[in-house]
Protein backbone atom coordinates (compact mmCIF):
# COMPACT_ATOMS: atom_id res chain seq x y z
CA UNK A 1 0.00 0.00 0.00
CA UNK A 2 1.48 3.28 -0.95
CA UNK A 3 2.19 6.30 1.54
CA UNK A 4 -0.94 7.82 2.17
CA UNK A 5 -0.78 11.58 1.16
CA UNK A 6 -0.25 13.72 4.03
CA UNK A 7 0.82 10.88 6.50
CA UNK A 8 5.01 11.29 6.04
CA UNK A 9 4.25 15.33 6.99
CA UNK A 10 2.95 14.79 9.86
CA UNK A 11 5.35 12.20 11.16
CA UNK A 12 8.36 14.41 9.84
CA UNK A 13 7.04 17.36 11.72
CA UNK A 14 6.23 15.25 14.55
CA UNK A 15 10.30 14.63 14.98
CA UNK A 16 11.27 18.25 14.26
CA UNK A 17 8.57 19.14 16.80
CA UNK A 18 10.77 17.15 19.75
CA UNK A 19 14.12 18.26 18.71
CA UNK A 20 16.37 19.24 21.40
CA UNK A 21 19.65 21.59 21.12
CA UNK A 22 20.25 20.93 24.83
CA UNK A 23 23.20 18.56 25.99
CA UNK A 24 20.80 16.45 27.87
CA UNK A 25 17.89 14.35 27.11
CA UNK A 26 14.81 13.04 28.71
CA UNK A 27 16.71 9.90 30.10
CA UNK A 28 19.41 11.50 31.50
CA UNK A 29 17.34 14.21 33.01
CA UNK A 30 14.85 11.02 34.55
CA UNK A 31 17.62 9.55 36.01
CA UNK A 32 18.66 12.49 37.85
CA UNK A 33 14.88 13.84 38.75
CA UNK A 34 13.26 10.22 39.31
CA UNK A 35 15.88 7.67 40.17
CA UNK A 36 15.68 4.06 38.90
CA UNK A 37 12.92 3.15 40.90
CA UNK A 38 10.24 5.51 39.42
CA UNK A 39 12.12 5.09 36.00
CA UNK A 40 10.91 1.16 36.40
CA UNK A 41 8.13 2.04 37.79
CA UNK A 42 7.05 3.76 34.37
CA UNK A 43 7.92 0.48 32.68
CA UNK A 44 6.06 -1.61 35.06
CA UNK A 45 2.49 0.45 34.08
CA UNK A 46 3.55 -0.15 30.47
CA UNK A 47 4.28 -3.21 30.51
CA UNK A 48 0.79 -3.67 32.75
CA UNK A 49 -1.29 -2.05 30.38
CA UNK A 50 0.31 -4.32 27.44
CA UNK A 51 -0.35 -7.83 29.21
CA UNK A 52 -3.75 -6.59 30.42
CA UNK A 53 -4.78 -5.48 26.81
CA UNK A 54 -3.29 -8.93 25.39
CA UNK A 55 -5.35 -11.01 27.99
CA UNK A 56 -8.33 -8.94 26.95
CA UNK A 57 -8.25 -9.57 23.49
CA UNK A 58 -7.76 -13.26 24.39
CA UNK A 59 -11.13 -12.98 26.62
CA UNK A 60 -13.04 -11.49 23.73
CA UNK A 61 -12.20 -13.96 21.76
CA UNK A 62 -13.73 -16.84 24.14
CA UNK A 63 -16.63 -15.18 23.97
CA UNK A 64 -15.68 -13.74 27.74
CA UNK A 65 -15.82 -10.29 27.02
CA UNK A 66 -19.13 -8.64 25.07
CA UNK A 67 -20.05 -6.01 23.28
CA UNK A 68 -17.17 -3.51 21.71
CA UNK A 69 -13.41 -3.80 22.69
CA UNK A 70 -10.97 -0.88 21.84
CA UNK A 71 -7.44 -1.77 23.08
CA UNK A 72 -5.04 0.52 23.68
CA UNK A 73 -1.88 -1.46 22.39
CA UNK A 74 0.80 0.21 21.27
CA UNK A 75 0.07 4.07 22.68
CA UNK A 76 1.24 3.08 26.14
CA UNK A 77 3.94 5.49 26.55
CA UNK A 78 1.51 8.67 26.29
CA UNK A 79 -0.85 7.41 28.77
CA UNK A 80 1.75 6.24 31.56
CA UNK A 81 4.24 9.68 30.84
CA UNK A 82 0.99 12.25 30.79
CA UNK A 83 -0.71 10.43 33.94
CA UNK A 84 2.48 10.48 35.72
CA UNK A 85 2.55 13.86 36.32
CA UNK A 86 -1.07 14.26 38.31
CA UNK A 87 -1.75 14.48 41.94
CA UNK A 88 -4.62 13.10 43.78
CA UNK A 89 -6.77 15.68 43.54
CA UNK A 90 -6.39 15.91 39.61
CA UNK A 91 -9.10 14.52 37.24
CA UNK A 92 -9.19 12.76 34.51
CA UNK A 93 -11.58 12.31 31.28
CA UNK A 94 -10.65 10.34 28.68
CA UNK A 95 -12.80 8.21 25.48
CA UNK A 96 -13.98 4.74 25.15
CA UNK A 97 -10.48 3.78 24.39
CA UNK A 98 -9.82 3.73 28.00
CA UNK A 99 -8.50 0.49 29.79
CA UNK A 100 -4.73 1.98 29.51
CA UNK A 101 -5.96 5.40 31.14
CA UNK A 102 -7.38 3.72 34.17
CA UNK A 103 -4.42 1.53 34.94
CA UNK A 104 -1.77 4.09 34.33
CA UNK A 105 -4.63 5.97 37.38
CA UNK A 106 -4.01 3.18 39.64
CA UNK A 107 -7.35 1.37 39.44
CA UNK A 108 -6.82 -2.07 40.67
CA UNK A 109 -7.54 -4.39 37.37
CA UNK A 110 -9.68 -7.04 38.85
CA UNK A 111 -12.11 -4.44 38.78
CA UNK A 112 -11.46 -3.57 35.58
CA UNK A 113 -11.77 -7.23 34.33
CA UNK A 114 -14.28 -8.40 36.02
CA UNK A 115 -16.02 -5.20 34.24
CA UNK A 116 -15.27 -5.98 30.89
CA UNK A 117 -16.96 -9.34 32.19
CA UNK A 118 -20.17 -8.26 33.26
CA UNK A 119 -19.82 -8.66 36.32
CA UNK A 120 -20.89 -7.55 40.15
CA UNK A 121 -17.06 -6.75 40.92
CA UNK A 122 -16.86 -4.43 38.06
CA UNK A 123 -15.74 -0.45 38.83
CA UNK A 124 -18.93 0.12 37.14
CA UNK A 125 -21.06 -2.64 38.98
CA UNK A 126 -20.24 -4.69 35.42
CA UNK A 127 -23.10 -2.17 33.34
CA UNK A 128 -20.36 0.11 31.91
CA UNK A 129 -18.41 -2.26 30.04
CA UNK A 130 -14.89 -1.82 28.51
CA UNK A 131 -16.17 1.95 27.44
CA UNK A 132 -17.01 3.26 30.58
CA UNK A 133 -14.48 2.72 33.17
CA UNK A 134 -15.16 5.06 36.26
CA UNK A 135 -13.60 5.44 39.85
CA UNK A 136 -14.43 8.32 42.06
CA UNK A 137 -12.29 7.63 44.68
CA UNK A 138 -9.20 8.13 42.05
CA UNK A 139 -11.17 11.00 40.17
CA UNK A 140 -11.03 8.77 37.13
CA UNK A 141 -14.57 9.73 35.55
CA UNK A 142 -14.64 7.52 32.85
CA UNK A 143 -14.02 6.60 29.42
CA UNK A 144 -17.08 7.87 27.29
CA UNK A 145 -18.25 6.05 23.95
CA UNK A 146 -19.69 9.82 22.33
CA UNK A 147 -17.17 10.77 20.57
CA UNK A 148 -15.97 14.58 21.95
CA UNK A 149 -18.89 14.76 24.53
CA UNK A 150 -16.72 14.09 27.58
CA UNK A 151 -14.17 17.29 26.48
CA UNK A 152 -17.32 19.47 27.38
CA UNK A 153 -17.59 17.62 30.77
CA UNK A 154 -13.95 18.05 31.85
CA UNK A 155 -13.92 21.66 31.26
CA UNK A 156 -16.95 21.84 33.74
CA UNK A 157 -14.77 19.72 36.50
CA UNK A 158 -11.90 22.36 35.93
CA UNK A 159 -14.07 25.10 36.07
CA UNK A 160 -15.50 23.78 39.23
CA UNK A 161 -11.64 23.19 40.24
CA UNK A 162 -10.97 26.98 39.79
CA UNK A 163 -13.99 28.18 41.51
CA UNK A 164 -13.35 25.77 44.67
CA UNK A 165 -9.69 26.63 44.69
CA UNK A 166 -8.73 22.92 44.49
CA UNK A 167 -5.60 23.33 42.76
CA UNK A 168 -6.69 20.87 40.49
CA UNK A 169 -6.02 20.36 36.94
CA UNK A 170 -8.20 18.14 34.74
CA UNK A 171 -6.64 16.20 31.92
CA UNK A 172 -8.87 15.14 29.10
CA UNK A 173 -7.76 12.87 26.54
CA UNK A 174 -9.16 11.93 23.37
CA UNK A 175 -8.41 10.83 19.56
CA UNK A 176 -7.70 12.82 16.10
CA UNK A 177 -11.06 12.33 14.56
CA UNK A 178 -12.61 13.51 17.94
CA UNK A 179 -11.09 17.41 16.63
CA UNK A 180 -13.34 18.04 13.55
CA UNK A 181 -16.39 18.01 16.03
CA UNK A 182 -18.01 21.43 17.45
CA UNK A 183 -17.83 19.69 21.36
CA UNK A 184 -13.77 20.05 20.53
CA UNK A 185 -13.95 24.11 19.45
CA UNK A 186 -16.59 24.90 22.01
CA UNK A 187 -14.66 23.20 24.86
CA UNK A 188 -11.04 24.92 23.84
CA UNK A 189 -13.13 28.59 23.66
CA UNK A 190 -14.22 28.01 26.88
CA UNK A 191 -11.12 26.92 28.43
CA UNK A 192 -9.00 29.49 27.25
CA UNK A 193 -11.99 32.44 27.94
CA UNK A 194 -12.02 31.47 31.58
CA UNK A 195 -8.33 30.12 31.94
CA UNK A 196 -9.05 27.12 32.93
CA UNK A 197 -6.82 24.40 34.50
CA UNK A 198 -7.35 21.82 31.53
CA UNK A 199 -4.40 19.84 29.84
CA UNK A 200 -6.20 18.52 26.47
CA UNK A 201 -4.01 15.41 25.47
CA UNK A 202 -4.87 14.38 21.69
CA UNK A 203 -3.96 11.16 21.04
CA UNK A 204 -2.66 11.40 17.44
CA UNK A 205 -2.39 7.83 16.30
CA UNK A 206 -2.93 9.06 12.36
CA UNK A 207 -6.26 7.15 12.21
CA UNK A 208 -9.70 8.36 13.05
CA UNK A 209 -11.85 4.87 13.44
CA UNK A 210 -10.15 3.62 9.69
CA UNK A 211 -10.10 6.92 8.41
CA UNK A 212 -6.37 8.76 7.54
CA UNK A 213 -5.62 11.51 9.41
CA UNK A 214 -5.34 13.74 5.88
CA UNK A 215 -8.45 12.24 4.73
CA UNK A 216 -10.62 13.18 7.64
CA UNK A 217 -9.10 17.00 8.78
CA UNK A 218 -7.77 19.96 6.22
CA UNK A 219 -5.19 20.49 9.03
CA UNK A 220 -2.90 17.53 9.80
CA UNK A 221 -0.81 19.53 12.61
CA UNK A 222 -3.72 18.95 15.23
CA UNK A 223 -2.32 21.45 17.77
CA UNK A 224 -2.49 24.35 14.95
CA UNK A 225 -6.22 24.01 15.49
CA UNK A 226 -5.59 25.53 19.04
CA UNK A 227 -4.52 29.09 17.58
CA UNK A 228 -7.52 29.82 16.77
CA UNK A 229 -8.45 30.53 20.64
CA UNK A 230 -5.34 31.94 21.47
CA UNK A 231 -4.01 28.68 23.21
CA UNK A 232 -0.70 27.60 24.09
CA UNK A 233 -0.24 24.21 22.41
CA UNK A 234 2.51 21.77 21.18
CA UNK A 235 2.98 18.67 19.22
CA UNK A 236 5.36 15.70 20.86
CA UNK A 237 6.38 12.49 20.19
CA UNK A 238 3.82 10.43 21.86
CA UNK A 239 5.98 6.76 21.53
CA UNK A 240 8.20 8.38 23.94
CA UNK A 241 7.83 7.80 27.68
CA UNK A 242 10.04 9.78 29.67
CA UNK A 243 9.58 12.31 26.52
CA UNK A 244 5.88 12.82 27.06
CA UNK A 245 6.09 13.08 31.14
CA UNK A 246 8.99 15.83 30.85
CA UNK A 247 7.04 17.62 28.17
CA UNK A 248 3.46 16.93 29.58
CA UNK A 249 4.35 17.72 32.94
CA UNK A 250 5.23 21.42 32.04
CA UNK A 251 1.49 21.56 30.43
CA UNK A 252 0.31 20.81 33.54
CA UNK A 253 2.23 23.27 35.98
CA UNK A 254 1.01 25.35 32.94
CA UNK A 255 -2.08 25.29 33.71
CA UNK A 256 -1.75 24.50 37.61
CA UNK A 257 -0.36 28.30 37.60
CA UNK A 258 -3.31 29.74 36.63
CA UNK A 259 -2.36 30.50 33.03
CA UNK A 260 -5.09 28.66 31.23
CA UNK A 261 -5.43 25.24 29.47
CA UNK A 262 -2.94 23.71 26.87
CA UNK A 263 -3.66 21.53 23.91
CA UNK A 264 -0.76 18.57 23.58
CA UNK A 265 -0.97 16.58 19.92
CA UNK A 266 0.73 13.39 21.19
CA UNK A 267 2.30 11.86 18.43
CA UNK A 268 1.11 7.33 18.60
CA UNK A 269 0.00 4.70 16.89
CA UNK A 270 -2.13 1.88 17.60
CA UNK A 271 -0.97 -1.41 16.78
CA UNK A 272 -4.41 -3.26 16.84
CA UNK A 273 -7.79 -2.18 14.75
CA UNK A 274 -9.87 0.55 16.44
CA UNK A 275 -11.88 -2.40 17.79
CA UNK A 276 -11.19 -5.70 18.11
CA UNK A 277 -13.69 -6.38 14.64
CA UNK A 278 -11.54 -4.10 12.64
CA UNK A 279 -10.43 -5.48 9.24
CA UNK A 280 -8.00 -2.45 9.12
CA UNK A 281 -8.33 -2.43 5.69
CA UNK A 282 -7.37 1.34 5.79
CA UNK A 283 -3.67 0.21 6.18
CA UNK A 284 -1.54 -2.04 5.45
CA UNK A 285 0.38 -4.91 7.26
CA UNK A 286 3.92 -3.92 6.62
CA UNK A 287 3.00 -0.52 7.77
CA UNK A 288 1.70 -2.48 11.40
CA UNK A 289 4.71 -4.36 11.31
CA UNK A 290 7.19 -2.02 10.66
CA UNK A 291 5.98 0.21 13.51
CA UNK A 292 6.15 -2.42 15.92
CA UNK A 293 9.67 -2.84 14.87
CA UNK A 294 9.67 0.12 17.09
CA UNK A 295 7.57 -0.42 19.90
CA UNK A 296 7.76 2.00 22.65
CA UNK A 297 7.72 -0.43 25.33
CA UNK A 298 10.61 -2.28 24.15
CA UNK A 299 12.61 0.92 23.30
CA UNK A 300 11.81 2.36 27.15
CA UNK A 301 13.38 -1.59 28.32
CA UNK A 302 16.32 -1.77 26.37
CA UNK A 303 16.99 2.35 27.44
CA UNK A 304 16.52 0.84 30.93
CA UNK A 305 18.95 -1.77 30.66
CA UNK A 306 21.52 -0.43 28.40
CA UNK A 307 21.49 2.74 30.76
CA UNK A 308 22.35 0.49 33.95
CA UNK A 309 19.15 1.45 35.39
CA UNK A 310 17.67 -1.88 35.96
CA UNK A 311 19.16 -5.38 34.63
CA UNK A 312 17.13 -7.39 32.23
CA UNK A 313 17.01 -10.47 34.55
CA UNK A 314 14.85 -7.81 36.93
CA UNK A 315 13.12 -6.85 34.32
CA UNK A 316 12.15 -10.52 33.39
CA UNK A 317 10.99 -11.03 37.01
CA UNK A 318 9.06 -8.18 36.53
CA UNK A 319 7.34 -9.20 33.79
CA UNK A 320 6.75 -12.78 35.45
CA UNK A 321 4.72 -10.94 38.21
CA UNK A 322 2.39 -8.81 35.59
CA UNK A 323 1.75 -11.71 34.25
CA UNK A 324 0.51 -13.72 37.05
CA UNK A 325 -1.42 -10.49 38.48
CA UNK A 326 -2.97 -10.13 35.00
CA UNK A 327 -3.68 -14.24 35.35
CA UNK A 328 -5.41 -13.42 38.61
CA UNK A 329 -7.55 -10.55 37.24
CA UNK A 330 -9.32 -13.42 34.75
CA UNK A 331 -9.51 -15.40 37.83
CA UNK A 332 -11.08 -12.69 39.83
CA UNK A 333 -13.46 -12.08 37.09
CA UNK A 334 -14.51 -15.76 36.22
CA UNK A 335 -15.11 -16.24 39.88
CA UNK A 336 -16.98 -12.85 40.46
CA UNK A 337 -21.47 -13.01 40.76
CA UNK A 338 -23.38 -11.49 37.94
CA UNK A 339 -25.22 -8.11 38.76
CA UNK A 340 -28.66 -8.66 40.12
CA UNK A 341 -31.77 -6.79 39.78
CA UNK A 342 -31.06 -4.52 42.65
CA UNK A 343 -29.17 -1.54 39.98
CA UNK A 344 -33.19 -1.45 39.35
CA UNK A 345 -34.27 0.87 42.40
CA UNK A 346 -30.63 0.88 44.14
CA UNK A 347 -28.01 3.77 44.35
CA UNK A 348 -25.33 4.72 41.70
CA UNK A 349 -28.20 4.64 38.82
CA UNK A 350 -30.75 7.04 40.55
CA UNK A 351 -30.17 10.64 41.95
CA UNK A 352 -31.91 8.70 44.78
CA UNK A 353 -33.26 5.25 45.36
CA UNK A 354 -36.89 4.39 44.34
CA UNK A 355 -37.75 2.51 47.08
CA UNK A 356 -41.35 2.72 46.23
CA UNK A 357 -40.85 1.16 42.78
CA UNK A 358 -42.59 -1.87 41.69
CA UNK A 359 -40.42 -4.42 39.06
CA UNK A 360 -42.79 -7.08 36.70
CA UNK A 361 -40.77 -9.90 36.92
CA UNK A 362 -41.60 -10.99 33.39
CA UNK A 363 -39.72 -7.74 31.77
CA UNK A 364 -35.98 -8.62 33.80
Not at 161 to 169: E, F, I, S
Not at 210 to 229: D, M, N, Q
Amino acid sequence: MPTRRGTAKAEKSAQQSVRSTMTSTPFSRAREQLGADQMVELYRQMMLIRRFEEKCQEMYTRSKIGGFLHLYVGEEATGVGAISNLQPQDHIFTHYRDHGHAIARGLDINPLMAELFGKDTGCSRGMGGSMHFADHTKNFWGGYAIVGSHLLLGVGVALACQMQKTNGVVMVFFGDGATNGGEFYESLNFAQLWKLPVVFVCENNLYAMGTPLEVHSSVTEIYRKAHAFDMKSQRIDGNDVLSVREEIGAAVEYARSGQGPVLIEAMTYRFRGHSAQDTQKYRSKEDVEKRRSQDPVEIYRRELVDGGVATAAALDALDAQIDEQVEESVRFADESPVPGNEWLTDRGIYAAPLETATVDPDII
